[in-house]
């Protein structure tokens, strides 16, 4: 073998030493390249679920603090709507309150009723004794009916007729523009038993407030039941009536909240 075909050989040799390194090296870079992209999209990946979840913590956080809100809102409504009932139906008993004032004008129609008082008190104490408080302008009226009353229990319980004794110590006059907060009565009487341990209120103020208190929840139907019926049948016969309404209710709402306020 001469030098050139030695020559030959060596280059040959280096050649593929070459092409060995190559490929080796390519091989590498290869490698390197998809282990770069694997942990790269996991990185990515875990960004992005790090990002989805704290976009959802965030969204039920928004969602929770909406619902809060709304809760509040709708019990601020409701609470507006159930001032806007308690007032309406207050001013039902106001108006009910002045027409009492009315009973004790009509003399003939109210010593009937001062007798039919009297004679439920006695009903109700069945005491052989008692004592009698009115108003200092009914006493005339009271005295007068005192024996019709007392027969009249008498026959309906089967007894003796009670004694009655009218206290010098009057109620309270009737309401008027110079006692406007003070203590008032609209009528009536008080029975009480000579010792004070039983008493019967009967003036028409306490059986007001007993009739109200007993018929509260059918006048609240009726009357909050009966409004949003007829709001319905004007919005079917004439909406432009039904509009005005539901705008007169909320104006009436919102007007009471700002005098509470």
Same mark, same amino acid.
């Given at each position: 073998?001469?030098? !050139?075909?030695?020559?030959?050989?060596?280059?040959?040799?280096?050649? /593929?030493?070459?092409?060995?390194?190559?490929?080796?090296?390519? +091989?590498?870079?290869?490698?390197?390249?998809?282990?770069?992209?694997?942990?790269?999209?996991?990185?990515?990946?875990?960004?992005?679920?790090?990002?989805?979840?704290?976009?959802?913590?965030? +969204?039920?956080?928004?969602?929770?603090?909406?619902?809060?809100?709304?809760?509040?809102?709708?019990?601020?409504?409701?609470?507006?709507?159930?001032?806007?009932?308690?007032?309406?139906?207050?001013?039902?008993? +106001? &108006?009910?309150?002045?027409?009492?004032?009315?009973?004790?004008?009509?003399?003939?129609?109210?010593?009937?009723?001062?007798?039919?008082?009297?004679?439920? &008190?006695? =009903?109700?104490?069945?005491?052989?004794?008692?004592?009698?408080?009115?108003?200092? #302008?009914?006493?005339?009226?009271?005295?007068?009916?005192? #024996?019709?009353?007392?027969?009249?229990?008498? &026959?309906?319980?089967? =007894?003796?007729?009670?004694?009655?004794? =009218?206290?010098?110590?009057?109620?309270?006059?009737?309401?008027?523009?110079?006692?406007?907060?003070?203590?008032?009565?609209? @009528? !009536?009487?008080?029975?009480?038993?000579?010792? @004070?341990?039983?008493?019967?209120?009967?003036?028409?103020?306490?059986?007001?407030?007993?009739? /109200?208190?007993?018929?509260?929840? %059918?006048?609240?139907?009726?009357?909050?039941? !009966?409004?949003? /019926?007829?709001?319905?049948?004007?919005?079917?016969?004439?909406?432009? =009536?039904?509009?005005?309404?539901?705008?007169?209710?909320?104006?009436?709402?919102?007007?009471?909240?700002? %005098?509470? +306020?």
């Amino acid at each position: 073998m001469n030098d !050139g075909d030695v020559s030959r050989q060596i280059q040959q040799m280096v050649r /593929f030493i070459h092409q060995e390194a190559e490929e080796k090296a390519n +091989e590498i870079s290869v490698s390197a390249e998809e282990e770069f992209n694997i942990e790269k999209l996991q990185l990515v990946e875990a960004e992005k679920k790090k990002i989805r979840q704290e976009y959802e913590k965030k +969204e039920k956080q928004v969602e929770v603090r909406k619902k809060i809100e709304y809760s509040m809102q709708l019990n601020a409504s409701r609470i507006k709507v159930l001032q806007a009932q308690d007032d309406v139906v207050n001013e039902m008993k +106001e &108006s009910a309150a002045k027409e009492l004032l009315n009973v004790s004008r009509d003399h003939h129609v109210y010593k009937t009723l001062l007798k039919d008082v009297i004679v439920q &008190s006695l =009903v109700r104490l069945k005491e052989p004794a008692v004592l009698l408080r009115c108003r200092k #302008d009914d006493v005339p009226l009271v005295e007068s009916v005192l #024996d019709s009353a007392k027969e009249e229990y008498a &026959s309906k319980v089967n =007894v003796h007729p009670p004694e009655i004794f =009218v206290d010098n110590v009057h109620l309270p006059p009737a309401p008027s523009h110079h006692n406007a907060h003070g203590p008032f009565c609209s @009528g !009536g009487v008080v029975i009480a038993s000579r010792d @004070g341990k039983i008493v019967c209120e009967n003036t028409l103020d306490a059986r007001l407030d007993v009739a /109200f208190n007993k018929k509260l929840p %059918e006048v609240r139907l009726v009357v909050f039941f !009966g409004m949003h /019926f007829a709001y319905l049948f004007a919005l079917v016969a004439d909406p432009q =009536v039904a509009l005005w309404s539901g705008c007169c209710l909320k104006g009436r709402i919102e007007s009471s909240t700002t %005098e509470k +306020e």
